[in-house]
């Protein structure tokens, strides 16, 4: 399976597809790992694209030598950059769940000429005093309770580069319920200055990061459109699957291929 070492660790990932095609990443979230959020998608992305799926710092197969300080949305943007020039990839179209959404906000404004178009699925441009305040009385073990047991040894299976790591990028995503804002977000002055053609994909039932939160989000940045799916939670990759395809390939051949 290829690694590629940038900024001090080695990165896993996938590399699907035709290499002559467009290349398209498809970003995990916080705490999941390519196959995980993306598993179901790599087909159908794969007769279109190059596709692209890397584990973020600290995620399945990627270590995190520098440890939890490090692991920040804007972190993960500078990995994600660091990557591509590894790769020798000058531009390509990215497409994230989650943290691998918001990362996003970070890599267009750092890297305008590499980010072609964004797809953000569950993203928010901030995290709420709510979520702050319930991830505080969370606990990796108390996250797992309830979970059906053959998923949670499934969930400590795919995080497998460090020792106990299912347990330690647990920790790292409960962190950032003290994390400054600037840690991990754009301030909003700057979020107008994203110029990459961007669809926002929300759940109408995101527990996290509500449709409120995408489409002010969408009033807020230059070149947007804004797709709410019904009876949708936080996990729109797994959960509306065919759904994700159809809008997410409309919106790149329109915005990304053309």
Not at 143 to 154: K, M, S, T
Not at 225 to 243: D, K, Q, S, Y
Request: charged share 20%; proline share 6%.
């Amino acid at each position: 399976m290829p690694h590629v070492t940038v900024n001090n660790m080695r990165m896993f990932y996938e590399d699907i597809g035709n290499p002559d095609r467009m290349p398209v990443f498809l970003l995990h979230g916080f705490t999941g790992t390519g196959v995980r959020d993306w598993g179901q998608h790599f087909s159908s992305f794969g007769e279109r694209y190059r596709v692209l799926v890397p584990d973020l710092r600290g995620h399945g197969r990627t270590d995190n030598p520098a440890g939890a300080e490090a692991m920040t949305l804007k972190q993960f943007a500078v990995d994600i950059m660091a990557f591509c020039h590894a790769l020798k990839i000058e531009r390509a179209a990215f497409c994230g769940h989650s943290a691998g959404s918001m990362l996003q906000l970070t890599l267009a404004l750092l890297a305008p000429r590499l980010v072609a178009a964004c797809i953000l699925c569950s993203a928010g441009y901030f995290l709420s005093e709510e979520v702050r305040e319930w991830m505080r009385n969370q606990t990796p073990e108390s996250l797992a309770e309830g979970d059906d047991p053959v998923n949670i040894e499934a969930y400590r299976a795919s995080h497998v580069a460090q020792p106990d790591q299912w347990r330690t990028v647990q920790l790292a995503w409960l962190a950032m319920g003290e994390h400054a804002h600037a840690d991990d977000y754009p301030e909003p002055d700057d979020l107008r200055k994203i110029s990459a053609p961007t669809l926002i994909v929300s759940g109408d039932r995101d527990e996290y990061f509500p449709v409120e939160i995408g489409s002010h989000l969408y009033r807020t940045l230059a070149s947007t459109e804004f797709c709410v799916l019904p009876n949708t939670g936080h996990n729109i990759p797994t959960e509306r699957a065919a759904w994700v395809d159809l809008i997410a390939f409309d919106f790149l051949r329109r915005k990304y291929e053309s």
